[in-house]
């Protein structure tokens, strides 16, 4: 059990609110490269959205610290409160705006084709559109895929600027379209890359904070208008090559409001299968654990229960009773947010503030789930239990056998046969129970399903799809349930 | 021919002045019955009058008001759970049951090795080694791995003798092993019980055929209302019964 725990706790990270003013946590992927933040030689973080995090410690009078995460998570990352604020090259995109505020803009990217030295066959984004032949890479849920997506370009997604240039050296692409940073960063020094074209297609790069933080908000938005103003977010872009006419023209005016002057390639970004497909896989992953883990922690229970309340002393058979009754009888929505909201504040009343740290969502709902389902398994283990009749006790008794080792021989491996068609279909109800899970921000396939729902638009679509997947859990647990009752139950009967 | 030998391999039985009530209803009334190593005793008598009750009061399977029960050199006394003593006698007095109590989630094998593996904590291959060969003495070892709803009821009820057997003991209870079965499978469960008689066991069997009674029984005693009503060998029992009530009870069984 301790094992397990840990495990979530490895896995998840806790979901505090901001509660100590003194001290934010700042969500940044620091394999996703430079010159954003990254580890130099000597493995010291460094890069120019470093250098902008110290100048925030100085202007906002907090300290920061730093919170690895992985690029494409930050958004989900930053709405479960694993941090306070997101900066890592976020661009603002209109389906991000509709889930995070973005403060005011600290830096305007736009994006760079860049090609093998000597290439002959386009000589820009517009001619290599032209040719519909040539195949591009760029990063994952960039706004730079946006527009190869709008553009119908043949493009390769990759995790690290690195994986992209690579393959164009290698000739297994035409192409890199990406934010001016990385490309200056990457491929600048690369005698065997060039640069095709002028930047195009300008953006914004900006922190993101949880909607609901606005005090936050507030504080780095003029934090950030005061690095404008003092010349210190000029100074750091200049050391870090990255400070350029366009940015000086429009950076002091820039806005995180929707209507830039500049954006358009953006605003029509299509949400493709091949966009949110992954989000749901990763839905459905903690979907299929949390019903395995919490499954187990409800059988081992009702187990105990089911004994307790057959062979248990008078007071222990009253306890299990009671217990049953309670978590037939709470609703388990209501259950979910006492655990995950509630139990904290509990334990911190009772000096063990400790504990309530350990409570992230995956773990509120493991519980809940686990001591729900345990009540039903009681009741189904009791009653298998109580079906195996008086005559096989009395014939292991006679044959010698204790009680104890008859239970565990005789009644336990026959009981478990009676209970096994109703056990499973506990399993696949507590299976989809596990939705509920969302209501505490536990990112699983149903909330996976809200977020993306609510960014595109596209409810009818995504929720076939996240229905699909469902069905594709759920019949394959009943199928192997099916299996195993046919397999325990050959050969059953007197 | 009421006297076996002494140096029989069974186990002699006391039972003194066995009282067992059930809520308002005297059960047993008094009982008491010295059964000699090596004997086989059937307990006949009307429904109701106490057989199985006796029967399961021998191995603790009924706790008694009153009295005391000597099976070899382990004795119960009233209302007491001495569960080492049951232990002990259960080790040493197998008991067959009328609707057989196979396990069924087990195949036949291991029904029969269970208890030596289990509860005597032998070796499991010499275990299966010594269960074949009961299974072969009960004519059954072809079944070894089937399960027991395969089986017919004769069947089952030989494998559940084979089963009491695998315990090693002195001495056989049987309630009533042939009233769920068929004419036919009857007998081959009869002929089993017979053959067992040869290895100088000690049975006491609760049964309602009497010509089995008569040919099988070294003694048969008569059960009724809680009492003995007559005890003796079969012709004296069978033949020639005393009693008025022993009367009554055989003219309706034999028609």
Redesign the interface.
């Given at each position: 059990m301790a094992g397990f725990w840990s495990l979530i706790l490895a896995s998840t990270a806790l979901a505090c609110s901001f509660q100590n003013p003194k001290q934010l946590r700042w969500g940044c992927d620091e394999e996703g490269g430079a010159p954003y933040c990254f580890l130099d030689q000597n493995l010291q973080r460094v890069g120019f959205e470093v250098d902008i995090v110290r100048e925030l410690e100085k202007k906002i009078g907090t300290t920061i610290r730093f919170t690895q995460y992985g690029f494409e998570s930050l958004i989900p990352g930053l709405l479960k409160r694993d941090f306070e604020f997101a900066m890592n090259g976020l661009e603002i995109l209109p389906e991000r705006r509709k889930s995070v505020y973005f403060c005011r803009p600290y830096f305007l990217y736009r994006q760079q084709l860049t090609v093998r030295k000597g290439e002959t066959r386009f000589e820009n984004y517009e001619s290599l559109i032209a040719t519909k032949l040539m195949k591009v890479g760029t990063m994952d849920g960039t706004a730079a895929e946006a527009i190869l997506i709008r553009d119908g370009v043949n493009h390769g997604s990759y995790s690290t600027p690195t994986e992209a240039f690579r393959d164009l050296e290698l000739s297994r692409i035409d192409a890199v379209l990406i934010d001016l940073p990385m490309a200056q960063r990457y491929a600048g020094e690369n005698p065997a890359l060039a640069p095709a074209g002028k930047p195009f297609a300008p953006g914004r790069y900006a922190i993101a904070v949880h909607p609901e933080n606005e005090t936050l908000a507030k504080a780095i938005d003029q934090a950030i208008s005061d690095m404008i103003t003092d010349g210190s977010l000029q100074k750091i872009l200049t050391q870090w090559k990255l400070w350029d006419e366009f940015n000086a023209i429009h950076l002091a005016s820039a806005t995180s409001a929707s209507d830039w002057q500049f954006e358009t390639a953006e605003e029509d970004a299509p949400w493709t299968v091949s966009r949110y497909l992954p989000l749901l896989l990763d839905g459905t992953r903690v979907t299929l654990v949390l019903t395995l883990s919490s499954f187990a922690l409800a059988l081992c229970l009702g187990l105990g229960i089911a004994t307790a309340r057959l062979y248990g002393p008078k007071p222990v058979q009253i306890l299990a009773v009671a217990y049953v009754e309670f978590f037939r009888g709470v609703p388990l929505l209501l259950l979910l947010f006492f655990l995950y909201f509630g139990l904290p504040s509990v334990l911190a009343s009772i000096g063990l503030a400790g504990l309530g740290e350990w409570i992230t969502p995956f773990g509120a709902a493991w519980l809940g789930l686990g001591l729900t389902y345990a009540a039903y398994e009681a009741e189904i283990q009791r009653s298998a239990i109580q079906s195996i009749?008086q005559?096989?006790w009395?014939?292991?008794?006679?044959?010698?056998?204790t009680r104890g080792?008859t239970f565990r021989?005789?009644i336990l491996?026959?009981a478990v046969?009676i209970a096994l068609p109703p056990t499973t279909s506990d399993l696949v109800a507590l299976f989809k129970d596990t939705s509920v899970a969302s209501a505490i921000t536990l990112l699983e396939l149903n909330k996976q399903y809200q977020i993306l729902a609510k960014s595109s638009l596209k409810f009818v679509e995504i929720g076939i799809i996240t229905a699909i997947l469902y069905l594709l859990l759920s019949l394959p647990l009943g199928l192997a349930s099916r299996a195993l009752e046919r397999r325990l139950g050959?050969?059953?009967?007197? | 021919m009421a006297n076996k030998s002494a140096e029989s391999p069974g186990l002699a039985i006391h039972i003194t002045s066995l009282k067992k009530r059930h809520g308002d209803r005297e059960i047993l009334r008094g009982v008491d019955l010295r059964i000699h190593p090596g004997q086989t005793v059937a307990l006949i008598g009307p429904s109701g009058g106490g057989k199985t009750t006796l029967l399961r009061c021998l191995?603790?399977?009924e706790v008694f008001d009153h009295g005391s029960v000597r099976v070899g050199d382990c004795t119960l006394n009233a209302l007491s759970g001495q569960s080492i003593e049951i232990?002990r006698i259960?080790?040493s007095l197998?008991?067959i049951?009328q609707?057989?109590?196979?396990?069924?989630?087990l195949?036949v094998l291991e029904n029969v090795a269970?208890?030596p593996i289990?509860?005597l904590g032998e070796n499991a291959k010499e275990a299966r080694d010594r269960s074949i060969h009961l299974l072969d003495r009960v004519k059954l070892s072809e079944f070894a791995n089937?399960?027991?709803?395969?089986l017919s009821g004769g069947q089952?009820q030989r494998v559940a003798i084979a089963?009491?057997l695998a315990?090693k003991p002195l001495g056989l209870?049987c309630d009533e092993i042939t009233s769920a079965l068929d004419p036919e499978t009857k007998h081959e469960v009869l002929a089993v019980l017979e053959d067992l008689k040869r290895d100088g066991l000690t049975v006491i069997m609760v049964t309602h055929e009497i010509g089995f009674a008569k040919r099988a029984a070294d003694r048969v005693v008569l059960l009724a209302e809680g009492n003995i009503a007559e005890e003796g060998t079969a012709a004296e029992v069978i033949d020639s019964p005393k009693t008025e009530r022993a009367c009554k009870f055989l003219a309706r069984v034999l028609g």
């Open positions: 009749p005559g096989q009395e014939a292991a008794a006679a044959l010698g056998m080792l021989r005789i491996p026959q046969r050959a050969g059953h009967g007197k | 191995n603790g399977l232990a259960r080790r197998g008991m049951f609707d057989f109590q196979l396990f069924p989630h195949t269970a208890a289990w509860v089937r399960k027991p709803m395969q089952k089963r009491a315990l209870l």
